[in-house]
């Protein structure tokens, strides 16, 4: 006979463990789902042609090219 394993059982699990193994987990999980690799390879994609991020990149293009910036620093000054 197989026993299921539910979200909620493996949940009560990883709270019951200490911190650091629990970090441990957040940081292999990462690893497997979210990693560095993945994410840098999705925003270089997006930002080709055609990608998701084209219109956003073209009005910025737009705004930069028509002087409609200012530095960062003098932006965060007023906010």
């Known amino acids: ?3 299921s394993i539910t979200v909620e059982h493996i949940a009560d699990q990883v ?3 200490p911190p650091s193994e629990r970090g441990r987990l957040v940081d292999w999980l990462f690893d497997q789902e979210l990693g560095h690799d993945s994410w840098d390879e999705q925003i270089a994609k997006d930002s ?3 990608g998701r991020l084209e219109e956003i990149l ?3 293009r ?3 090219e028509a002087k409609h910036t200012r530095p960062l620093d003098e932006f965060l ?3």
């Open 1 to 3: 006979m197989t026993t």
């Open 15 to 17: 709270m019951a463990l």
């Open 48 to 50: 080709q042609p055609g």
């Open 58 to 60: 073209s009005k910025v």
């Open 62 to 64: 737009r705004d930069i």
């Open 77 to 79: 000054d007023n906010a």
